[in-house]
């Protein structure tokens, strides 16, 4: 019985992926895609981040499944693109193309006319 639940364990990993998105509704869809996924069993997304954080099962899920999952629903993860379409289709607040309102970037400079 405990070898059993040693390999179980032995089979978990956890990972951390970048996720674009802006919102609470963006983290629900992020996570669900996620969850979604078979063998996953955590998945939390920080807005202020943009990174998920992942329990899975690397038997049954890879790092490389979560993200084409997670991009099908609109959100480029970990690099796998998104069909423009389906991105499209988001609602405005969960466009990240022009940045994530909750990052600072201090990058962007005002010009005055």
């Known amino acids: 019985m405990l070898f059993v639940a040693t390999t179980a364990v032995a ?3 956890k990972a951390t992926i970048d996720v674009r998105g802006n919102c609470d509704m963006c983290k629900a869809r992020i996570e669900k895609a996620a969850l979604k996924t078979k063998g996953v069993k955590y998945a939390v997304w920080q807005a202020e981040t943009e990174q998920l954080t992942l329990l899975l099962n690397a038997k049954k899920a890879s790092i490389d499944s979560v993200a084409k999952n997670i991009a099908a629903v609109g959100h480029q ?3 796998v693109a998104v069909v423009d379409s389906v991105y499209a289709a988001l609602p405005m607040c969960c466009q990240y193309i022009d940045g ?3 990052k600072e970037d201090h990058t962007k ?3 005055s006319k």
Do not use: L, M, R, W
């Open 77 to 79: 993860a970990n690099g």
């Open 11 to 13: 089979q978990t990993q």
């Open 109 to 111: 400079v005002e010009h």
């Open 100 to 102: 994530n309102p909750h």
